[in-house]
């Protein structure tokens, strides 16, 4: 059965940045990432291949910071909820 999504996705696109940054900590470097697709409730990201993320941090995109947690992997792709 398919399931409606809650939130629309928007690839970012004309003055958005397609980029991020993933603070994990505040004594941790931070971490770029792209930013695949991104909405109210989550978004797609993607980082460099061997990046070791925890399940919880913070990604500052756009002038935002949000609280994320990891809902989905896949290769250097991951889904995160707001």
């Known amino acids: 059965m398919r399931q409606e999504r809650r939130f629309i996705r928007v690839r970012p696109s004309g003055n958005l940045s397609r980029t991020g940054k993933i603070i994990v900590d505040s004594k941790s470097p931070v ?3 792209g930013i695949v697709d991104y909405s109210a409730g989550g978004a797609c990201l993607q980082v460099a291949p061997g990046t070791l993320l925890p ?5 500052l995109y756009s002038g935002t910071k949000k609280k994320c947690r990891v809902v989905w992997t896949n290769g250097i792709r ?5």
């Open 55 to 59: 399940k919880r941090f913070e990604l």
């Open 78 to 82: 991951l889904g995160v909820a707001f």
């Open 31 to 33: 971490i770029e990432c």
